[in-house]
């Protein structure tokens, strides 16, 4: 798992970005790609020197997905989903990217630097400062057509996260096109159909309360089977032709938990994630079986436990997840 480095570590660029920038409001939400204004965790943007940005973002407390969680602690994984949030703001805001683009995450990698930054004091919703570097540009006849984002978020003056990924640009014509030959290629013609209830194991153990969080079934000889509802809001914030990465990384932490806590590893499925590597290569289809499974165990550190889960459908592995668990206690 790679470390994305930080970019700055500058406290004259996070004064100067604080300046700039507050937490009264969000951006719009075309501008993060959500549907539900209540989804918007960015709050504004501010360019910096050069290829540095900051970018102001609000972690709410009350989450039917991201709150449902062990006490005490915000989730790590929520933070991602808003620096996921804040580089497509970036791009839409400070590199001219229309909004009739397609955006597809490729890659992402996340560390936490400073556990106590994620305490959740019982009072307040978690607030934060991006400072990124925009990176490995790549243009195709003049037209940006991928992006990477390096950077780390701030609370208050705590260097929280760590975190970087990259964005694949494309015009709605071309990606159509590209599916429906993706689809072809994998033997599934049409629209996407309805693949088949899966019951989900028990909440507790994955560490949720509520089982319209759990997103993995009763694992067999094929690994964990990933639970794909599409009229879920808590994954499905609109509409879409494929499985949300946010749902497999989702499937990936659940089912190491799961994994962990089944081999002795974690003496309670409760665990917060601190580091995270995603990447994935393939669309996953709506409409065929998906599954994930997790790898040896590493256990060598104290109270860690890290491993790397894959996703897999239709015989082929379609991404995987490097993660890495530290036991909490509710």
Not at 59 to 74: E, K, T
Not at 80 to 102: C, D, N, P, S, Y
Not at 136 to 143: A, L
Request: a negative charge; one cysteine or more; charged letters at 20%.
């Amino acid at each position: 798992m790679t470390s994305p480095g930080a970019v700055l570590g500058d406290t004259e660029a996070l004064a100067r970005a604080a300046g700039l920038l507050d937490f009264e409001q969000t951006v719009p939400r075309w501008m993060t790609h959500r549907r539900s204004v209540s989804e918007v965790f960015v709050c504004g943007t501010a360019a910096l020197d050069g290829e540095v940005f900051a970018v102001a973002v609000q972690l709410p407390r009350a989450h039917a997905l991201w709150a449902d969680r062990a006490s005490g602690w915000h989730d790590p994984l929520l933070a991602v989903e808003a620096g996921r949030q804040a580089t497509i703001a970036l791009a839409h805001a400070h590199f001219g990217l229309g909004r009739e683009l397609m955006m597809v995450a490729r890659s992402c990698d996340m560390r936490v630097r400073e556990r106590a930054a994620f305490r959740d004091d019982g009072r307040q919703p978690m607030e934060g400062i991006f400072l990124m570097r925009a990176v490995d540009r790549k243009v195709h006849n003049g037209v940006l057509v991928a992006l990477g984002f390096t950077g780390e978020l701030y609370v208050g003056q705590t260097p929280a996260m760590e975190m970087s990924g990259t964005l694949v640009f494309t015009p709605m014509s071309d990606y159509e096109l590209l599916r429906a030959h993706s689809r072809a290629r994998k033997g599934l013609a049409g629209s996407p159909a309805d693949p088949g209830e899966v019951k989900p194991i028990a909440p507790r153990l994955v560490g949720r309360e509520s089982v319209d969080n759990v997103v993995i079934g009763a694992s067999d000889d094929d690994g964990f089977p990933i639970i794909v509802r599409p009229h879920n809001p808590r994954y499905f914030d609109h509409q879409l032709d494929h499985v949300p990465g946010q749902l497999l990384m989702e499937a990936c932490r659940q089912n190491a938990i799961a994994t962990a806590a089944a081999a002795g590893a974690l003496t309670e499925p409760h665990a917060l994630v601190t580091a995270f590597g995603a990447r994935f290569d393939e669309f996953a289809e709506l409409d065929a079986p998906c599954t994930c499974v997790a790898g040896e165990l590493d256990r060598s550190a104290p109270g860690v436990v890290r491993t790397t889960v894959s996703v897999r459908q239709l015989g082929h592995t379609v991404g995987a997840v490097e993660i890495e668990l530290r036991r909490v206690t509710r």
